[in-house]
């Protein structure tokens, strides 16, 4: 299993970027999949998640500013980052819930203010 996460960079705060992950070695539209993210100092977080029903999940601190999804056609899931805060700050990883778990490389997001 192989997850390739990109999209990160630097963004002022109040704007947008959109991360992806192109998955490969799973059967991508029947797994659970999740960005989680960890800045400096801190443990790593669940950010969002996307059950194979296309259900969502989302942290207290994103909803309403986040936005994840997953196009099965394409084996890629994504997260739309909108009204960026320098607190959003971290590396980003996606995770596929396979077992054992699998995780991309993570790709930084770092938000100036």
């Known amino acids: 299993v192989q997850l390739q996460a990109s999209g990160g960079g630097l963004v002022r705060a109040g704007g947008s970027l959109r991360l992806s992950c192109a998955a490969s070695?799973?059967?991508?539209?029947?797994?659970?999949m999740a960005w989680f993210r960890q800045a400096p100092g801190k443990q790593r977080e669940l950010v969002a998640a996307?059950?194979?029903?296309?259900?969502?999940n989302y942290a207290d601190s994103v909803k309403g500013r986040f936005t994840i999804s997953r196009d099965n056609t394409k084996n890629t899931m994504y997260l739309q980052m909108n009204s960026l805060k320098p607190e959003d700050t971290a590396v980003y990883y996606c995770h596929a819930f396979k077992a054992p778990g699998y995780w991309g490389q993570g790709t930084l997001v770092t938000v100036s203010s």
């Open positions: 996307i059950f194979n029903n296309a259900n969502t």
């Open positions: 070695g799973l059967d991508f539209s029947i797994n659970a």
